[in-house]
């Protein structure tokens, strides 16, 4: 059993920089393929981002490619996602998720774990 929680969501001007942590616990986090995904008001869960159990591979969505970083440290048991050059469509809840069982792990079905959620708001 994983338990996921998200932190470091807030309120940020476009162009703004914020970090998501997402801290697990359970003992086997080391071994569990990691996503981020979002949902906007009135949309549907999208993907975001995911990586690998040991860091070696990372995967993401166009729309955030080359702004969005996903790491990990298995060591604290914490999944990273660092956003720069934030846009208002940024703007959602965003999710931690684990245990994805393919690759790459881009549908929301493919996990066992979900965190509650941490609100990034992107403001003009």
């Known amino acids: 059993q994983v338990q996921l929680v998200e932190s470091g969501g807030g309120l940020v001007q476009a162009g703004g920089s914020l970090r998501l942590s997402c801290a697990a616990s359970?003992?086997?986090?080391?071994?569990?393929?990691m996503g981020w995904f979002r949902q906007a008001p009135g949309k549907e869960r999208e993907f975001v981002a995911a990586?690998?159990?040991?860091?070696?591979?990372?995967y993401y969505v166009d729309s955030v490619k080359g702004r969005f970083t996903i790491s990990r440290d298995n060591a604290k048991n914490t999944v990273y996602l660092q956003m720069s050059t934030l846009k208002l469509e940024d703007t959602a809840i965003y999710f931690c998720?684990?245990?994805?069982?393919?690759?790459?792990?881009?549908?929301?079905?493919?996990?066992?774990?979900w965190g509650q959620g941490t609100q990034v708001t992107v403001s003009s």
């Open positions: 998720a684990a245990g994805a069982k393919e690759w790459p792990p881009v549908r929301d079905n493919l996990y066992d774990y």
């Open positions: 359970g003992r086997t986090f080391g071994g569990y393929d």
């Open positions: 990586i690998n159990w040991i860091g070696t591979r990372t």
